[in-house]
């Protein structure tokens, strides 16, 4: 993540001191990817495997380590450590201290939900996710019982992780045209 910000323009930062110091502008924004987002043939689906990182990979799909920014800039991912899906032992740990203990997080109702739509097959390798829809208690008594979940919080938890496992990669051919855009986006003041 950090050769995200190698090409950013320094400022002087002054935080109330009597110093300033010289920092990366974070202001800027890329929006030649915004742009790109548009365009949903030139990525495809991954699926993060348990404990996979970003750089991993960038390295396997890219070729380098250093481009994880760039997944995660896709992606919308600001905040590497929770944004992206925890491995399993880190998110049963922040389960248990989040809710108490596991036993806490597995007996303890966070919701209940309707099931709008189940999931089903729309080619051999193509299927549409089941729909719910979050409701009271009373709205939930209502429906049968094969139509109705109640979502503990260890099932929420665990479902918002999986959730982030499906990010999008950008198809390898597009990179070079990126990174050009991006130099070109942060060129230097003197260099232009």
Same mark, same amino acid.
């Given at each position: 993540?950090?050769?995200?910000? %190698?090409?950013f323009?320094? #400022?002087?930062?002054?935080?109330?001191?009597l110093?300033?110091?010289?920092?990366?502008?974070i202001?800027k924004?890329?929006?030649?990817?915004? $742009?790109?987002?548009? !365009?949903? +043939? =030139?990525?495809?689906?991954y699926?993060?495997k348990?404990?996979? %990182? @970003?750089?991993?990979i @960038?390295?396997?799909?890219?070729?380098?380590?250093? +481009?994880?920014?760039?997944?995660y800039?896709?992606?919308?991912? *600001?905040?590497?450590?929770?944004?992206?899906?925890?491995?399993?032992n880190? +998110?049963?740990?922040?389960?248990?201290?989040?809710?108490?203990?596991?036993?806490?997080?597995?007996? $303890? #109702?966070? *919701?209940?939900? =309707?099931?709008?739509? &189940?999931?089903? &097959? +729309?080619?051999? %390798?193509?299927?549409?996710?089941? $729909?719910?829809?979050?409701?009271d208690?009373?709205?939930?008594?209502? !429906?049968? @019982?094969?139509? %109705?979940?109640?979502?503990?919080?260890?099932?929420?938890?665990?479902?918002?992780?999986?959730?982030?496992?499906? #990010?999008?990669?950008?198809?390898?051919?597009f990179?070079?045209?990126?990174?050009d855009?991006?130099?070109?986006?942060?060129?230097?003041?003197n260099d232009?």
């Amino acid at each position: 993540m950090a050769n995200f910000f %190698r090409v950013f323009p320094s #400022i002087n930062y002054d935080p109330q001191t009597l110093a300033p110091q010289t920092t990366k502008d974070i202001t800027k924004r890329i929006n030649y990817i915004n $742009t790109l987002k548009k !365009y949903k +043939l =030139i990525y495809y689906t991954y699926n993060v495997k348990d404990g996979e %990182r @970003a750089d991993v990979i @960038a390295e396997k799909y890219y070729g380098s380590s250093s +481009l994880d920014w760039l997944i995660y800039l896709i992606n919308d991912i *600001h905040d590497p450590f929770f944004d992206w899906p925890l491995p399993t032992n880190v +998110l049963y740990e922040m389960i248990k201290m989040k809710y108490g203990s596991f036993e806490n997080a597995t007996q $303890t #109702i966070h *919701h209940y939900e =309707i099931i709008i739509n &189940e999931k089903e &097959e +729309l080619s051999n %390798r193509d299927f549409s996710d089941a $729909t719910y829809l979050i409701v009271d208690f009373d709205t939930y008594t209502q !429906y049968p @019982a094969e139509r %109705r979940r109640v979502v503990t919080n260890f099932d929420y938890e665990v479902e918002k992780n999986d959730r982030k496992r499906n #990010i999008k990669l950008l198809d390898a051919q597009f990179i070079n045209q990126i990174l050009d855009e991006y130099e070109k986006i942060f060129k230097p003041v003197n260099d232009q």
